[in-house]
């Protein structure tokens, strides 16, 4: 890896992107990648940064995408393909701005969507496995419910306050994700043509109460993906399984990482 500090900016296309940067002891073992949700930010991931890299040993570099935490605006409306270009234009930047050499993409929803279209585009020899947090692969109906009533939430309760303190630009971070998923074309969105070309193993965690996705996202992967599809149904949890069922969560991922790091890479994690 590069020489990151601990916390920055990188410039990408002309915009400053926040990261957090948690340096393994071994100056050689793999590197976790985590991209946020769809209102997420570096802060928003909490402590479970800290947690991954303490249980796995692996480097943790987590960023905040244009028009979130502390990272620049983006351009309003966001395009409908926002993922896509995230994923074809952006990740690989970033990837090579770090010095990514070998590791895992751990993604939650929109992150966990770009994952996946980067992993099923670019044939990265460097990518050991995905873990993907409550994916969307298609829109379904519950979704876009949500997705309305949370507008409704941020324009008439204290929503917007609480989220101002993750973001610099609340407005550009809600309503640029927000718009878009609302949008009726946006109904058309499908990404799952990536899934067949991913070569790597994929873990899919998903929270039994998810407001914003049902299992039909899992069951798309696994009809989809040539490569393995394990599924880790998380009780007690909803669309977040990280902040809610952060223990369930984690052994999880640390269970996976470690035997898909270990296959490729020799590495040997550490103990949940």
Partial sequence: MTNLTPTG????????????????????????????????????????????????????????????????PAKLPRPLDYMQREAMDVLPKILEAIGFKRGLLLGHSDGGSIAAIYAGAHQDHRLSGLVLIAPHFIVEDISVKSIAEIKTAYETTDLKTKLARWHKDVDNAFYGWNGAWLDPEFRCWDISEHLAYI?????????????????????????????????????????????????????????????????????????A
């Fill in 199 to 271: 070569r790597v193993p994929v873990l899919v965690l998903q929270g039994v109460d998810d407001q914003y996705g049902t299992l039909h996202q899992v069951e798309i992967a696994q009809e989809e993906c040539y490569c393995p599809v394990d599924l880790k149904v998380i009780s007690g949890a909803g669309h977040s399984p990280h902040r809610e069922a952060p223990g369930a969560t984690r052994d999880a991922i640390v269970q996976f990482a470690t035997a898909a790091l270990r296959d490729d890479w020799g590495f040997q994690g550490r103990a």
């Fill in 9 to 72: 900016f990188l410039t990408i296309d002309g915009a400053s992107l926040e990261y957090k940067w948690l340096a393994p002891q071994d100056q050689n073992a793999p590197t976790i990648v985590m991209l946020h949700e769809g209102l997420g930010s570096v802060g928003l991931w909490g402590d479970f940064p800290e947690k991954l890299q303490q249980a796995t040993g692996a480097g943790i570099f987590v960023y905040s995408r244009a028009g979130y935490g502390q990272s620049s």
